[in-house]
């Protein structure tokens, strides 16, 4: 079983930056496909960016490719998202989840889930 909470959500104008983090317990995250995904209202939860640290691979959408970056900490059995440039097109709950198989995109493949934090992006 593993437990993820997400935090640094918040309000930002366009352009800016936040940066969140997904901590984990109860497994170590390296031996996890570590996934961000973000779902605004009235739309389906999409996939942002995923991570395997143990082979150094990352995925992005094409969407934040070039302005998000994620990043595990082994030490801190955590995840990031870096988040640059932001878009009010960004502005969605951004959660964290941890996938035991192979790398995916599809939510519903993904094992764990943290309870989200909410991201805004003022124009």
């Known amino acids: 079983q593993v437990q993820l909470v997400e935090s640094g959500g918040g309000l930002v104008q366009a352009g800016g930056s936040l940066r969140l983090s997904c901590a984990a317990s109860g497994r170590t995250l390296s031996s996890y496909l570590m996934g961000w995904f973000r779902q605004a209202p009235g739309k389906e939860r999409e996939f942002v960016a995923a991570i395997r640290w143990s082979v150094r691979s990352t995925w992005y959408a094409d969407s934040v490719k070039g302005r998000f970056t994620i990043s595990g900490d082994n030490a801190k059995n955590a995840v990031y998202l870096q988040m640059n440039s932001l878009k009010p097109e960004d502005t969605a709950v951004y959660y964290c989840?941890?996938?035991?198989?192979?790398?995916?995109?599809?939510?519903?493949?993904?094992?764990?889930w943290g309870q989200g934090t909410q991201i805004t992006v003022s124009s």
């Open positions: 989840a941890a996938d035991r198989g192979v790398y995916t995109t599809n939510p519903n493949s993904y094992d764990y």
